[in-house]
């Protein structure tokens, strides 16, 4: 079974912790609900966010939205990256096995 864990944005404060119909009407009348995702989380990962935040001193919530903050930027980061790969690979800029092995090994 998934628990549903409220993300809110940072300055969102008693943000509800139930789903609220996503529907053009409800966000016109109550702008306090804008800007909420809702999240399945499996108990087991529910548990490690509870815990990472009784560590941390924040909320299970405040660790959730700093965890995907920072996957985002590694994405975005990783998917530059690699396009820098790719662009290098079609300019006919390769390096040889041998040669990336000895990198490494640096």
Same mark, same amino acid.
Not at 12 to 20: K, L
Not at 42 to 48: G, H, M, R, T, V
Not at 57 to 65: E, F, I, K, S
């Given at each position: 079974?998934?628990?549903?864990?409220?993300?809110?944005?940072?300055?969102?404060?008693?943000?509800?912790?139930?789903?609220?119909?996503?529907?053009?009407?409800?966000?016109?009348?109550?702008?306090?609900?804008?800007?909420?995702?809702?999240?399945?989380?499996?108990? %087991?990962? =529910?548990?490690?966010? *509870?815990?990472?935040?009784?560590?941390?001193?924040?909320?299970? $919530?405040? &660790? /959730?939205?700093?965890?995907?903050?920072?996957?985002?930027?590694?994405?975005?980061?990783?998917?530059? %990256?690699? =396009?820098?790969?790719? *662009?290098?690979?079609?300019?006919?800029?390769?390096?040889?096995? $041998?040669? &990336? /092995?000895?990198?490494?090994?640096?």
């Amino acid at each position: 079974m998934f628990h549903v864990v409220t993300i809110s944005r940072p300055a969102r404060i008693n943000a509800p912790r139930w789903p609220i119909p996503d529907t053009r009407i409800d966000k016109l009348r109550n702008h306090s609900y804008a800007g909420l995702v809702y999240l399945q989380v499996p108990p %087991e990962l =529910e548990a490690k966010l *509870v815990r990472l935040a009784a560590k941390t001193g924040r909320t299970a $919530d405040q &660790v /959730a939205l700093d965890l995907l903050a920072s996957s985002m930027d590694h994405d975005g980061w990783f998917r530059t %990256e690699v =396009e820098k790969g790719r *662009v290098a690979a079609r300019e006919g800029r390769l390096i040889e096995h $041998d040669e &990336v /092995a000895a990198r490494i090994k640096h």
